[in-house]
Structure formats: structure tokens, C-alpha cells
């Protein structure tokens, strides 16, 4: 009997149902609902890859999806890029900006890192509200060119961003790098004294992190042709986490899951913000108290076991 | 017109960075003794300054009791909060902060929906104005510093010379040693972070009517405590209070001389610059 | 045999995400390419337009002489006989937990139940909808507006929406508009951008309207007409410090403010912008101080002013406050700085002052107290004249298409409590100082709980401007 592995199965399935679903299910609300969903798990499981793997806890992932955002604005604006340029250009400026505010500070101590990563995007989003000359201000940046008006060519475009990024995400959380960056986290001092250049490893997932939020941060621009301040708001950084924690952290699908049911289910359920960040910080609380692995957190082991499976040469006794 | 300012940067900076010791004192306890960051420490401080409002706006009990009652449920909120929250995930430093940091947003959302998401305007404890050094103050604001240092005093005594407060200082020290020796590190644990939640009510409610109290000033509070405790050392009292005051003229002397617009800029910078540059803190001494 | 058997299941998967991926990719570029045709349906647009309007005459001499409003469409009604009971529906976004969404939905519903009172609109009742787009919380992120705005579309099936409050949520919902081709009436934004992207690009923006407040322009020109009038009343009052919080709004308005005041003989003495969210003022108040400054011109959007009037009460700065302070325009200010607001003055709206000026503004403000308990906000004057233009602009249309509507709400005329509406080719409300010629600004002072009075223009205005005991 083969051994499949239940992520690449639940990958799998969940990828057909997304394909399928405008031909079954054409309503527009529930199509506009999923590309905020699939928007919100690229940025979920960029977060999962570097704190999941790395056990660096960043707080602050809203401050790529931010870079993002506006980057993909002032592209499109002043040098009238259009979206299916800007979307993945905005995703390397992510990764230029987030390598000089994270190139300090991945050297430090846990504790040290999370509160450096809290306050950037605090610091980045007071930036773009005061120098209003350049940014815009409470204005934002506005008039921006959308890929298409409609909401299936919307929802399409979300889905194969996130579809791609899954897979990119997978394969190298899946592939010796990424049990690379899963030494880190179980010991970092060990990793180290082992020759490993630890600060290199995590920058480079730090990277990788940063040009998915990026790009996610590029694409909301153009569906909503609008970016703000409030790209950078420690909701999103918050909201995140808890999609990534219930879902399940260090499996990459996990985050997907979390953010499909929380963006689903409180979005269109037409529950009012205030609440729905009450019930995500709840569910949060209790998941941490009770399931330390998230809803699929035995899909942790089977990550892990992949790796394995491949690095050996598929012998399965090696798990 | 020189001197005024000069006069006027020693005044305000000091009687801030009275309340910013104050607020910042239970931090750096919680760490040194409980070992935790708690990111909801700024909860405490709105929470205490919406617990007098209670009290003294909405249920009309005079200021006094209103105060006293305030800090003693802030108190009693401490303990049942390290009991409930932070002490099943105590064993994960990672946990601690993301459940700390859910536990603050999930306050600030619960207050929001009972009391809204406007200022309450929290009423001045005493009125009027003063003029030390020539310089126009509000009497709270010197209330406020007053209270603040004779509560920092107590507590640093209390840490000194009781029994109690011994025991304190072993488990800060070494946790397991302490335990061996039988002192239920737990109890202990618990009561520091009382006394931290304590505390940071007190300095709410002394800060609330200048400052304003919202509920999303949980954030600003946290990360002014965090940026004195990083910038004092994690775990040293006398460097909390040291670097209080650092935190409170940096902010004042920018406000005064460089724009008044960059004045919320400066806790950040300082945890920025002090992270990077001594990660250890002024007179840290407790290793991470 | 079990290493080839579970190599050979992973590249099965493997190929199989491939195919949805390229999938994906085909389906995407199809849908693409096919919706970015062009659009075939003008011509039948304006056709059931004009079949609509030579239907129309009777309402459309009814309106077009400044009659109340609840009268001609009665008329109307009596004279069209549609016979369908299939509401109309009118959607209500905004901040609906916070003062400002809560006037908005209360002077609309107020607006409604007397529409309806009188045989509803085209012999159809109007029904009202509501999504919160918490734009109060200004950390809260624009796409929660936007959600709430998809949502009051596309599962509420709103035909017009109302509301709006915060700017950048009302830019992000302006531009969204082509999409749901829904007219949207804003109530609470006053952004000169919002007319200027109709002006710049009127066949994707023409959607919007503006109907309270007046823009950013119009409030500066109100505030210094005021400051003129104080010339002749206060002539003693001539040092002006202007404190503005750092948004993009007062920067326009600032250097327009700096340099009109003194050609009326006003003396600049210091201008300080404030960061978004300030909470304490000690620093701006001790420079205010020392200037000498008579008077503070105020200009804040947001709660910061609480912490400023309270400060600016407790340190006896010996200068007045006269400006924009929105946060000031709520009763719960009062509340909020335990009666420091005492002898702040602030621009509103005519129709804000608790003085009507109209026959439709006693009305409307006899109801609302005795409905709500309380005194509309500028939301509620906003959200209820709103109704109205797009009642009547549905009754004259005929339609409840949103496309064809937009010239009849483009000639909207109708009588509010904040005087004449009529918009521009921006879809601006035109503002002018008289009443009964355009919406008209007037300032107030408070003076005691929850209650301000009228220092400008006269009438409304019973008093005139007092100083604080401290002065």
C-alpha cells in the first residue's frame, strides 16, 4: 500500500475543489470572499515558512505585505506598470527592504527579534501616514489599475498565486533546506557549533517570507486599486498568526486552512471586525493552551517524514 | 525664552519618567522572576485606568475608593491571569508571547464592544495647575509622579525587606534552587505578576487623564515598558528606573527641540538602537 | 518494491498539482481575455432613460419648484400607478458601532419611515440594509469596508448606497464602484479627491456623490469667513496659532489659512502640526503659551482633540479654540473631556447647530429627538437627505438602475435641514454661506452638558463668542 503523504493529498483535493468551484458555485459574493481567503494564506503561509521552520517569531509580517503594497502602487502609478508586472516586482522590493530591516536584527535573541519585528511595521505605517508628500497620507495611493474587473478572473488569479506559492513553499520546506532552518529551531547553539551560518539560513527564509507577503501585499492593490496605511496595521500581522496557529504551524497547508475557514466563516458570515478579531484571538488562546500542533498538527510529522522519505532515497523504514 | 524650554524639558521629563518607572517596574519583574515577556502588560495599564472610570464615572464611588478598589481588582486580575494563561505555556517562551499578545487583543476587542472604541476621558484625580521651576504643570501630572515614586519605593522595599520579598529575589536568582529550598515558585510567580498588573493599573489611572485612555492604548504602554526594561537591563530594578527616566527626556527633549511630531518614534528607536547595539541593557544582569 | 510503489504515488502527485496548475493558468487567461471585451450595452441604456422620462412630467414639475420634499413625492406617487410591493432597497455602510454610522442609520431610517408614510417611492416601499465597515477605528484596514461594501451589493442587493465616513475607506469604496455600478451618497467624507477623480474621470467615478459635509475647500472658506466676522466683534483677539494634526487634508488647508487670515489683520504667531493619535500636548500647549496666541485654530479629524481640550482647559492657555475638531461635533464630547470643551468653538454644519433654519430642519430635528434621544450629528443630516435625493431621483427616473439614475441625481434640488442641496460637476454639494442658496456652515460653542450654541452666522446664531474666565 503506498505511503501517501496526507499533505500533498489534502493539497490536492483542495486544489480541485478551489478550480472547480466558480463552475459549480458562481456567486459572486463567495468568489470575492475566497480571493481575500487566498490573499490572506499566501501571507499566512510565507509567516508559517520562516516562523514555522525557524521558530523565529515575527510579529510583524504585515510590514512585507505592506512593502508590497505600495511598492506595487508607485509602480503602477509613476511608471505605469501594469498589475501582472508589478505583482511580482513588488515581491523582490519586499525582499530588498525586509533584508535592511532584517539583516540587523536576525542576529539577535528570541525575545530581542520579536519585538523588533512588532514595531516595524508600527514604525513603517506612522512613516507612510506623516511623509503624506510621498505616500499619500491617509490618502494612500489611489487609481490603481486592476488586472480585470470581474470577479472570477480575480478569484482565478488569487488562487494561482496561492497555488503556486504552496508549492514553491512546500517543496522547500520539504527539501534539505528546510530541515536546515527546522535544526535552527530545535537548537540553534547546536546548528551553529556545527559550522552552520545560522544568521544566513534564517535571512534567506526571512527572504523567501517576504516576496510571497509581498506579492500578496502587491495583488490586494490592484483588486482594491487602492493602498493605505493601514496595509501596515498589526491586524493583519495578528490575523496571520492566528490562521497559522489554528491551522497548523510548520506544515505550510496548515495556514491555507486556517485562513479558508477564518476569512469564510467571519467575512461571510458579515461578522463586524471588532468581533471577528475577538474570536480569532480566542480561538488562538485556546488552541495554544489545549493543541500546541494546531488542527493539523500531525501534519508537522508528516512534513518532516516527506523530507526524509526524499533526502533517503524513498526508504520508508527511515522514518 | 531659552531657559524656559530648558526649565520646561527637566520638569515634564521628569515627572514622565516617574510613571513610565512605575509602569515599567512590573515588566521587568515578570521577566526576572516569572522568566516571561508578557505582552499584555500594557492591557493592564488601560485596563486599571478603565476600572476607575468604572468606579468613579459610571458607578459613582468616590475618587479615593475608586483608586483603592481599582488597583486591588488589577491585583487579584494578575494573579488569576498568570494562573489561567501564562503558567500552562510557562515551559515555551514562544508561547508565552503569542498567547500575552492574544490575550491583549482579545481585551482590547472586549472592551471596545462594552465601552466602545472612543476615549473615555477619564476625569482629572486632582485639579488645577502648578508652576515649579516657573514652568505651568497640571497638578495631576505631579500626582501622578509622586504616587508613581512612592509606589516604585514600596515595592523595591517590599522586594528588600520582607520575607516575601526574599523569596522574590531567590526565585528571580535561581528558580530551582529557590524550589529546592521550598519556596513554592509558582505562588510567587503568581504574585509578581499581581503586583506587576497592580502597578501598571496605578500608572494608568495616574497617566489615564493626561494621556487619554482607549482601548488600544495597551500597545504604546506595552512598548514603553518593553523599551525601558530593554534599555535598564531585563530583571534590574535599579536599571528600570535608570532608564525611565532615559526613555521620558528622550521623548520630551525631541518634542521640545525637533518636531513634536517624532515624539512617539523615540520608545521605538530606543528599543531599535538598544537591541542592537547592547542587547544586555544598561545594567543587565540577567542573561537571556 | 515499496520504495518504487510510494515513489511512483509522490509522482503521481506530483503531476497531478502540475495539471491544476496549468489548469489553473488556462482558466484564468480564458476568463481573462474573454472579459476584458468590450461592453455592448449602451444603447439600450439610454433608451429605457429617455422612455422613462417623458413618462415622468408631473413629478418632475412638482420638484423642480423648491417645494418640501415629502409633498411632492406624495404627489408623485398619486399620480404613478406601479403596482408592485417589492421594496427598494438602500443600503447603509458605515462605522455603525460608533456615533458617526449609529446618526447615519437613525437619519436615514428617519428619512424612510416618512417617505413610506406617504405611499413609499414609484408605490414601493423603501427597505433599509446595513453593513459595518468599522472605519471609526482608524487601525482598522480598508478592506473591511470594502468587505462590507461587496457584501450590501452583492447579498444585501443594495440599489444605492449611504454612508461613509473616514477618507481613505470612501477612496477605496469610490473606486470600486464601476464594478457594482451603485450609486453611492457619502455622508461623512469630505476629501476634496473624492469630486476631483469624477471631475478627472466622470464615465468610473460618477457613481459617487457628496452630500455631507461640504468639502475640505469649502470648510476652510467657512472657517476664515467666521475668523473675518470676529474682526469686527472681538477686535482685541488677534494672535492666531494654528495646531493641525499631521494629515494630508490640513495640509491643503493650512497655507490657504496662513495666507488669508492676516490680510484680515490676524497675526500668525505659530503653526505645529501634531502626529495622528498625540495624547499628550504639553509640549504644543507651552509653545502656545508663550506666543501670546489669543487663538488656537484647531484642526483635528480625530479623538486626539480630547486629550487636547482637556490639557489646553487644565493649563488655562489663555487662548480660544476656533476650527475643525470632528471629534468635538459628537455630544459625547462633553462626556469624554468632563466639560473641558467649555468654550470650544467649531465649525458644523447649519443644519448641526440645535437651531433649525428651515421648516424641514424643525422637523427633522422635533423627530430625531424624540426617536433617538439625542441631537443629530452631521451623519445624520447627511444620511437623511440622502434618502431623500435618492428617492427622488428614482421617483423622476422611473428606474432603480443605478447607471440611469446618475443624471437625475446630477439635478437634484431638494430643500435639508443643512439648506439647498445641489452638487457641481465634482458631485460636491455646493456650499454657500447662504442657506437658502446652497448648504450653509455656521459655528457653535459649547456652553454646557451635551449642549453647544450657535456664535455664527446670525441667524441662526442667538449669542456671540465668549472667552474662557481664565482670559
Known amino acids: 500500500m503506498p505511503r501517501v503523504s496526507w499533505i500533498l493529498l489534502l493539497a490536492v483535493v483542495l486544489a480541485v475543489v478551489l478550480l472547480l468551484l466558480p463552475t459549480v458555485y458562481p456567486n459572486d459574493f463567495a468568489l470575492t470572499i475566497l480571493t481575500f481567503a487566498n490573499i490572506f494564506a499566501v501571507v499566512a503561509a510565507s509567516w508559517d515558512f520562516f516562523t514555522g521552520l525557524t521558530g523565529r517569531f515575527n510579529f510583524g509580517q504585515a510590514l512585507f505585505f505592506g512593502i508590497g503594497a505600495y511598492a506595487a502602487g508607485f509602480m503602477n502609478l509613476d511608471l505605469r506598470y501594469g498589475p501582472l508586472l508589478t505583482i511580482p516586482l513588488a515581491g523582490a522590493v519586499a525582499v530588498v527592504i525586509g533584508v535592511a530591516f532584517g539583516y540587523p536584527t536576525l542576529r539577535l535573541k528570541g525575545p530581542y527579534f520579536a519585538l523588533a519585528t512588532l514595531i516595524f511595521p508600527l514604525i513603517a505605517g506612522d512613516l507612510t501616514f506623516s511623509l503624506s508628500s510621498v505616500f499619500g497620507g491617509e490618502h494612500g495611493l489611489y487609481g490603481l489599475t486592476s488586472i480585470s474587473d470581474s470577479y472570477v478572473v480575480q478569484y482565478y488569479g488569487s488562487l494561482l498565486m496561492m497555488l503556486i506559492t504552496i508549492i514553491i513553499l512546500i517543496y522547500l520546506a520539504s527539501s534539505r533546506f528546510g530541515l536546515a532552518l527546522e535544526s535552527i529551531r530545535d537548537d540553534e547553539r547546536a546548528a551553529s557549533a556545527a559550522g552552520m551560518n545560522v544568521t544566513r539560513y534564517k535571512l534567506i527564509a526571512y527572504m523567501i517570507s517576504a516576496f510571497f507577503t509581498g506579492m500578496a501585499g502587491a495583488y490586494q492593490a490592484q483588486l482594491f486599486k487602492f493602498v493605505g496605511p493601514t496595509t501596515f496595521s498589526s491586524n493583519i500581522s495578528f490575523e496571520v498568526i492566528a490562521m497559522t496557529i489554528i491551522g497548523g504551524i510548520a506544515t505550510i497547508v496548515g495556514p491555507v486552512l486556517g485562513a479558508y475557514l477564518l476569512v469564510t466563516v467571519l467575512d461571510g458570515l458579515g461578522i463586524s471586525s471588532d468581533q471577528s478579531i475577538l474570536v480569532y484571538g480566542v480561538l488562538l488562546m485556546i488552541i495554544v493552551l489545549a493543541f500546541p500542533g494546531g488542527l493539523l498538527g500531525r501534519l508537522k510529522s508528516n512534513l518532516r517524514a516527506m523530507r526524509i522519505r526524499r533526502l533517503m532515497g524513498g526508504r520508508p523504514d527511515a522514518t | 525664552m531659552g531657559d524656559i524650554v530648558v526649565f520646561e524639558i527637566l520638569v515634564f521629563g521628569g515627572l514622565l519618567g516617574a510613571v513610565f518607572a512605575l509602569l515599567s517596574l512590573g515588566f521587568s519583574l515578570s521577566y526576572g522572576v516569572a522568566r516571561i515577556l508578557n505582552l499584555a502588560h500594557g492591557s493592564f495599564y488601560m485596563l486599571g485606568g478603565y476600572l476607575y472610570y468604572a468606579f468613579f464615572v459610571l458607578s459613582g464611588i468616590n475618587s479615593a475608593a475608586s483608586l483603592v478598589l481599582a488597583v486591588a481588582v488589577m491585583f487579584i486580575l494578575g494573579i488569576g491571569f498568570y494562573l489561567a494563561i501564562i503558567r500552562p505555556v510557562r515551559s515555551s517562551p514562544v508561547r508565552v508571547l503569542l498567547i500575552t499578545l492574544s490575550a491583549a487583543v482579545v481585551l482590547q476587542e472586549i472592551v471596545t464592544l462594552v465601552l466602545g472604541n472612543r476615549n473615555v476621558g477619564e476625569p482629572n484625580i486632582i485639579g488645577g495647575i502648578s508652576s515649579p521651576l516657573g514652568v505651568v504643570v497640571e497638578n495631576q501630572e505631579i500626582l501622578a509622579a509622586g504616587v508613581s515614586l512612592a509606589m516604585f519605593v514600596a515595592v523595591w522595599l517590599f522586594i528588600r525587606m520582607t520575607k516575601v520579598g526574599k523569596a522574590v529575589q531567590a526565585v528571580a536568582q535561581d528558580g530551582e534552587a529557590a524550589s529546592l529550598m521550598g519556596i513554592n515558585n509558582t505562588r510567587i510567580s503568581a504574585l509578581t505578576v499581581g503586583l506587576s498588573a497592580a502597578t501598571a493599573g496605578l500608572a494608568g489611572i495616574m497617566l489615564g487623564p493626561l494621556m487619554g485612555i482607549a482601548p488600544d492604548s495597551w500597545l504604546n504602554a506595552t512598548v514603553i515598558a518593553f523599551a525601558v526594561v530593554i534599555l535598564g537591563g531585563l530583571g534590574s530594578v535599579p536599571g528600570t528606573f535608570l532608564a525611565a527616566f532615559v526613555v521620558s527626556y528622550s521623548q520630551i527633549f525631541v518634542g521640545f527641540e525637533i518636531s513634536a511630531g517624532y515624539e512617539i518614534i523615540i520608545p521605538l528607536a530606543v528599543i531599535a538602537v538598544a537591541v542592537l547595539v547592547r542587547p544586555k541593557g544598561l545594567l543587565g544582569k540577567v542573561e537571556e | ?471
Not at chain 3, 90 to 118: C, M, R, S, W, Y
Not at chain 3, 301 to 324: F, R, Y
Not at chain 3, 325 to 344: H, I, L, M, R
Not at chain 3, 385 to 410: D, F, W
Open chain 3, 1 to 471: 518494491m515499496e520504495t518504487r510503489r510510494s515513489g511512483m504515488a509522490r509522482s503521481a502527485a506530483i503531476a497531478v498539482l502540475v495539471v491544476i496548475v496549468v489548469a489553473a493558468v488556462a482558466g484564468f487567461a480564458s476568463y481573462y481575455y474573454v472579459s476584458t471585451a468590450p461592453p455592448t450595452t449602451t444603447t439600450s441604456v439610454s433608451t429605457s432613460v429617455s422612455t422613462a422620462v417623458t413618462t415622468q412630467t408631473s413629478v418632475s414639475t412638482a420638484i423642480s419648484t423648491q417645494t418640501s420634499i415629502s409633498t411632492s413625492i406624495s404627489t408623485a406617487t398619486k399620480t404613478v400607478t406601479k403596482n408592485t410591493t417589492q421594496p427598494i432597497i438602500f443600503g447603509i455602510l458605515g462605522p455603525l458601532t460608533d456615533v458617526t454610522g449609529i446618526d447615519e442609520k437613525d437619519g436615514a431610517q428617519l428619512a424612510v419611515a416618512e417617505i413610506n408614510a406617504h405611499g413609499g417611492v414609484l408605490g414601493r416601499p423603501l427597505e433599509l440594509v446595513y453593513e459595518d465597515t468599522q472605519e471609526a477605528n482608524p487601525t482598522i484596514p480598508v478592506d473591511v469596508g470594502l468587505a462590507a461594501m461587496n457584501r450590501i451589493v452583492t447579498v444585501d442587493h443594495a440599489q444605492v448606497i449611504i454612508g461613509g465616513e473616514r477618507s481613505d475607506v470612501v477612496l477605496a469604496e469610490e473606486a470600486q464602484l464601476p464594478i457594482y455600478k451603485v450609486p453611492y451618497l457619502d455622508t461623512g467624507a469630505a476629501d476634496t479627491t473624492l469630486g476631483q477623480n469624477v471631475l478627472s474621470n466622470y464615465s468610473l467615478y460618477k457613481y459617487f456623490f457628496m452630500v455631507s459635509p461640504v468639502n475640505s475647500t469649502a470648510l476652510a472658506t467657512g472657517l476664515i469667513t467666521y475668523y473675518a466676522t470676529l474682526r469686527y466683534t472681538n477686535a482685541s483677539l488677534t494672535n492666531v496659532y494654528i495646531l493641525a494634526e499631521d494629515i494630508a487634508v490640513w495640509h491643503a488647508l493650512v497655507p490657504v489659512l496662513q495666507y488669508e487670515l492676516p490680510t484680515f489683520g490676524y497675526k500668525i504667531v505659530g503653526t505645529t502640526y501634531f502626529p495622528y493619535g498625540t495624547s499628550d500636548f504639553s509640549t504644543q500647549l507651552s509653545a502656545v503659551r508663550s506666543s501670546g496666541a489669543q487663538i488656537i485654530c484647531i484642526l483635528a479629524a480625530g479623538q486626539d482633540s480630547v486629550q487636547l481640550i482637556q490639557q489646553w482647559a487644565t493649563l488655562q492657555v489663555p487662548a480660544v479654540p476656533i476650527g475643525i475638531d470632528v471629534a468635538s461635533e459628537s455630544p459625547t464630547f462633553w462626556g469624554q473631556t468632563n466639560g473641558d470643551a467649555k468654550y470650544e468653538t467649531i465649525e458644523v454644519g447649519i443644519g448641526d447647530t440645535g437651531t433649525p433654519i428651515n421648516t424641514i430642519g424643525a422637523n427633522f430635528y422635533a423627530n430625531f429627538s424624540k426617536y433617538y434621544d439625542t441631537l443629530p450629528i452631521y451623519t445624520a443630516d447627511g444620511a437623511y437627505e440622502s434618502v431623500y435625493i435618492a428617492a427622488q431621483a428614482i421617483e423622476k427616473a422611473g428606474t432603480t438602475n443605478g447607471t440611469a439614475l446618475i443624471p437625475y441625481l446630477e439635478q437634484t434640488n431638494i430643500t435639508g435641514p443643512d439648506g439647498v442641496v445641489r452638487f457641481d460637476r465634482s458631485h460636491n454639494v455646493i456650499y454657500n454661506p447662504d442657506f437658502t442658496k446652497g448648504a450653509a456652515l455656521a459655528m457653535v460653542q459649547w456652553t454646557g452638558y451635551n449642549q453647544y450654541t450657535c456664535v455664527w452666522p446670525t441667524p441662526p446664531a442667538t449669542k456671540p463668542l465668549a472667552r474662557p474666565p481664565w482670559m
